[in-house]
C-alpha cells in the first residue's frame, strides 16, 4: 500500500529503519527509510512514452488529454517533498520532476469536489480536488534526476507527497472529476478516504 496497485503488510511493529533526524518532524507512526520500498499487487504495466497519454474528464462528460511530447511541453517544477507509506516508513528529501496539476487544469472548466485517478493496470484512488491544486500535486516523470523506473509508476505517476503515498498512483492515466466522492480500490477494501499521515488516517473511520 506504499504506493498505487501495492498491497499493504499488515500494520503491525517490526519495520526497523533509523530514528527521526534531529529536528525533523515525522508523522505519527512512521519511521525513517533511506530505501525505496515497492510493494505490488500484480505485474508492472508495459508503458512507454511513446503510448501514455493522460486524459481528463469532467463531470460534464467534456475530455482533455495530454501526450508525453505534450507533457515535456508544459512548464516543469523540481519539488523536493517527504513521503509517507501507510506501511509506515516515510523518506525524506525525494527529489522528482513533473508538471503540476494547477497547470493541467487551468484551463479545464469544473466545479467537481472530487476527482477518481486511474491507472494503466486498472488501479483506482479517489481524492479531493482541492488536495490536487495549489502546489499540492504533480505529474511526475523523473526521481533522482533520472527517467522514473516502472517499478515506481513509469513513465508517469501521480504525486501528491501530503497524503499516504497510495494516494500517488502510480502509471496514472486518467483523472475522472466528480460532483460526489466514490472510493477507489483500497478504500473499497476499508482504508480511509483521504490519507492524512499526520492525522493516521489509515482505515475508514480513523
Not at 533526524?21 to 505519527?28: E, S
Not at 481528463?56 to 519539488?79: F, I, R
Not at 525525494?94 to 487551468?106: F, H, I, N, P, Y
Request: glycine share 10%.
Amino acid at each position: 500500500m506504499t504506493e498505487p496497485s501495492e498491497v499493504p503488510p499488515a500494520l503491525t511493529p517490526g519495520f526497523h529503519g533509523r530514528p527521526r533526524p534531529d529536528g525533523v518532524a515525522l508523522p505519527p507512526g512512521q519511521y525513517v527509510e533511506d530505501g525505496f520500498p515497492v510493494l505490488s499487487a500484480g505485474p508492472t504495466p508495459n508503458v512507454g512514452a511513446a503510448t501514455w497519454s493522460l486524459t481528463v474528464t469532467t463531470e460534464a462528460g467534456a475530455s482533455t488529454s495530454w501526450t508525453w511530447a505534450d507533457l515535456m511541453a508544459l512548464p516543469q517544477e523540481t519539488p523536493t517533498v517527504d513521503i509517507h507509506c501507510v506501511t509506515r516508513w516515510s523518506k525524506f528529501g525525494t527529489r522528482w520532476k513533473g508538471v503540476s496539476l494547477d497547470v493541467l487544469l487551468a484551463d479545464v472548466e469544473s466545479t467537481a469536489d472530487f476527482a477518481m485517478v486511474g491507472s494503466y493496470g486498472g488501479y483506482t484512488t479517489n481524492l479531493p480536488v482541492a488536495d490536487l491544486l495549489g502546489g499540492k500535486a504533480w505529474i511526475a516523470h523523473t526521481f533522482d534526476g533520472k527517467p522514473l523506473h516502472p517499478e515506481h509508476g513509469g513513465p508517469a505517476r501521480l504525486l501528491v507527497p501530503h497524503l499516504y503515498f497510495w494516494k500517488s498512483a502510480k502509471w496514472v492515466r486518467s483523472l475522472t472529476l466528480m460532483p460526489t466522492d466514490k472510493p477507489g480500490f483500497w478504500e473499497r477494501l476499508g482504508y480511509h478516504d483521504l490519507g492524512d499521515p499526520w492525522r493516521e488516517q489509515r482505515y475508514q473511520g480513523d
